[in-house]
């Protein structure tokens, strides 16, 4: 499935709860909203070490957008669109955010960044009443409850926990060794935490913890440890862009764990630049494939 072929495949749920709360709440003008238009933001990663995964969800919300449009808009306004790129840096998630609602005067914001950035910006989403769909999915989203934020999947935590579901009753796994290889940022961190908790559940002792930066190139410290200590499943929390070098690198140190990961690093992507590698590598996702004889992916196709 090529990356522009993927527009829209994240976000078409959350933008059609979106669409929604548009019509229903742009009946009368206020904040972004004229007699014709009606103006939305974005703020989403398009340069750095993670465009690859927030320029195709970017793209889907304009296809998304533009097909709106070309239909009429919503009660005859027409969506113009505002997307602000963060680089995946809360600082610059904070100052877009500050941008889109005071100058651009947007009536809403599509997703206010990740994890970090969702959650640096919790106090502005409510005070501003800004309807936000963040692709960030810790747990801390919606408890407590947030009236303007809305999830469009499984948290982090629940992937987590479906990862050790299935090791443990799947695949029947007895005594297994797990180790967690996460991203020193919120969202990995809560990942950690999800591994830890359920770990304690299942009356396992995690065999390894182990950081793995999203800008990382090598990931032979990490590989080499958990060989060392016979890790076979390795849960991780963590983006595309090093999850690929960490299958790439145990392969190089031909060491072959059963490896899960996170929503973010189901993609194609990863199968084609780590090859055989990627062999032994299980995504949890709450997304259906290109494939699917599922309406949403009917309607992406």
């Not at 997703?111 to 692709?135: H, M, S, Y």
């Amino acid at each position: 499935m090529e990356m522009e072929r993927k527009r829209g495949f994240l976000f078409l749920l959350g933008l059609g709860i979106l669409s929604l709360l548009l019509a229903a709440n742009v009946a009368a003008e206020g904040r972004g909203v004229s007699k014709d238009t009606i103006k939305m933001g974005m703020i989403l990663v398009k340069t750095g070490p993670v465009a690859a995964l927030g320029l195709p969800e970017g793209w889907g919300v304009e296809d998304t957008f533009n097909e709106v449009n070309q239909k009429g808009g919503i009660n005859g306004r027409k969506i113009d669109f505002i997307w602000e790129d963060d680089q995946f840096k809360t600082p610059n998630a904070i100052s877009s955010f500050k941008k889109l609602i005071f100058r651009d005067n947007v009536l809403s914001i599509v997703t206010p960044g990740g994890t970090p950035q969702t959650i640096a910006l919790f106090d502005e989403i409510d005070k501003n009443k800004v309807v936000t769909i963040p692709n960030g999915l810790a747990d801390e989203m919606y408890e407590p409850f947030k009236p303007y934020i809305f999830l469009l999947g499984a948290t982090y935590e629940t992937q987590i926990d479906l990862m050790f579901d299935y090791i443990m009753n799947d695949l029947k796994a007895k005594s297994p060794k797990i180790g967690v290889v996460y991203a020193e940022t919120e969202f990995g961190k809560k990942g950690l935490e999800a591994a830890r908790k359920r770990a304690k559940q299942y009356g396992l002792t995690l065999a390894s913890e182990l950081v793995l930066n999203i800008g990382s190139v090598d990931a032979s410290t990490q590989v080499l440890a958990l060989k060392e200590a016979n890790v076979d499943y390795v849960v991780t929390c963590n983006l595309l862009p090093p999850m690929i070098t960490f299958l790439k690198t145990a392969e190089k140190y031909d060491y072959r764990p059963t490896v899960l990961g996170i929503n973010w690093s189901c993609d194609d992507m990863l199968v084609k630049a780590c090859g055989t590698a990627a062999k032994n590598f299980i995504g949890v996702n709450f997304v259906g494939g290109w494939a699917d004889d599922s309406s949403g992916m009917k309607k992406v196709r």
